[in-house]
């Protein structure tokens, strides 16, 4: 990859739409110290009144949490906003990919706002259009384009979903991968996948739950000639994992698990199917963002859990559950870095703005993209079974 595929943006200035990256903020914001900015956006969001839906991403700060209308994973959140087809603007608190799918599951009519732009995802940024279409190619030279399925991970760029729908692939989502992966499976006899951008969430649902062994999950590197990989490689594989991963949850080591059984004998270890093999390996329960929230709701009084996901959620189901010990599985603050870019001034200058009739930050999907991308969101939806939750 050179610097014009990914150029290097100063910070505020220049944005990169066809990347999960974006740094201009037009206009000013009110200062962090500002001690009215509570009052402010409460007075904004009254304002606006129904013609306004925020939307919180359950890892967002707290401080912007208490403005959400519903909190929750990032594609409940999109279909939340879909559900509220009167709402003028929809108020995306979360990052870039998300607020693209909001804009693509909602009406034409509705504008989506990402209160700040630079608010991307680097897992989403790990597989860009360019790449995948590459890496296809290459698919199509060691003769086995015909027999693999595109699936993508809903933290993705709208044009990979809408790759994976032009090519007879689907999304999925961290509750219903080993689903989808039954439906890709079984899409064409002796089938691969392609399985986009996170290579855990690809080769945890493989290996633990559909059985596929670790011999025949490779990885595609998209920085190397030809994925790092031969055409033989590629030929014996049933799973091509994407080299790309979260950088919260790739943060979680096998060691700190080991550290914390032995300081707290009985503990519950609760991770995110995002995090690395070895990890969940160890761990006792793995599972989606909301899977995380119902367990530890549902646990009794008096237990021990270590959680392995971004540490927002962590502190609140702390704060939240007094009578249970929660602590953080990692030796250091791993807060999502670009998630928390949405705070309190911006959320207050997209409110303030959008109250004044000035429309900020509104993210677009164009109609063809937003096509594709549809049909790789529909097929999901159309699986049987299980929830569709990150």
């Given at each position: ?13 220049g ?23 509570v009052?402010r ?5 009254e304002?606006?009144?129904e013609?306004?839906f925020?939307?919180?991403h359950?890892?967002?700060?707290d ?6 209308d519903v ?35 909602t ?16 897992m ?13 190619d ?21 044009d990979?979903?809408?790759f ?13 991968a ?9 899409r ?8 986009l951008?996170?290579?855990?969430l ?12 670790l011999d ?16 033989e490689?590629l ?7 994407w ?12 060691d700190?698990?080991?550290e ?25 329960l793995?599972?989606s963002?909301?899977f995380?929230i ?8 008096g ?8 540490l927002?959620l ?14 953080f599985?990692?030796r ?20 303030e ?16 993209t ?18 569709h939750?990150?």
């Open positions: 990859m050179s610097l014009v595929d990914l150029p290097l943006l100063p910070l505020g200035k944005r990169d739409l066809d990347a999960e990256r974006g740094v201009e903020c037009p206009g000013d914001l009110p200062a962090a110290s500002d001690p009215d900015l009052a956006a409460r007075a904004a969001k304002a606006l009144g013609r306004v925020v939307l919180g359950h890892y967002q700060r401080e912007v949490i208490q403005f959400a909190t929750g994973d990032s594609f409940k959140l999109a279909r939340d906003a879909a559900a509220r087809p009167d709402a003028e603007f929809i108020v995306f608190c979360g990052v870039h990919f998300m607020a693209e799918s909001a804009d693509i599951l009406s034409p009519d509705q504008q989506v706002v990402l209160p700040d732009l630079a608010a991307g995802c680097s989403a940024d790990m597989a860009r259009l360019r790449q995948v279409e590459d890496a296809w290459a698919m199509a030279d060691a003769g086995i384009q015909d027999l693999v399925v595109p699936v993508t991970y809903m933290n993705s760029s709208a990979i979903k809408a994976c729908g032009r090519n007879g692939g689907l999304v999925c989502t961290s509750s219903n080993d689903v989808a992966l039954d439906w890709a499976f079984a064409k006899p002796d089938a691969k996948v392609l399985f951008p996170d290579q855990h690809g080769r945890n649902t493989a290996v633990l739950q559909m059985g596929i062994g025949e999950c490779v990885v595609w590197d998209p920085l190397q000639p030809g994925g790092g990989l031969s055409a490689e030929q014996r594989a049933r799973m091509i994992l080299k790309g991963h979260c950088s919260v949850h790739g943060r979680f080591s096998e700190v698990v080991d914390l059984r032995a300081k707290h004998p009985g503990i519950n270890v609760l991770v995110h199917p995002e995090c690395k093999h070895e990890v969940v390996l160890k761990a006792d793995v599972g963002t909301e995380i119902k367990t530890i709701e549902a646990a009794e009084p237990t021990v859990w270590a959680i392995g996901t971004e927002n962590v502190k609140r189901l702390a704060d939240a559950h007094p009578d249970k010990t929660i602590v599985l990692d250091n603050v791993c807060y999502c870095s670009t998630m928390n870019r949405i705070d309190l001034p911006h959320l207050v200058w997209a409110l703005n959008l109250a004044s009739g000035t429309v900020v930050n509104r993210v677009t999907v164009d109609p063809d937003e096509a594709d991308a549809l049909v790789a969101l529909q097929r999901m939806l159309d699986l049987p079974g299980k929830s939750r990150d």
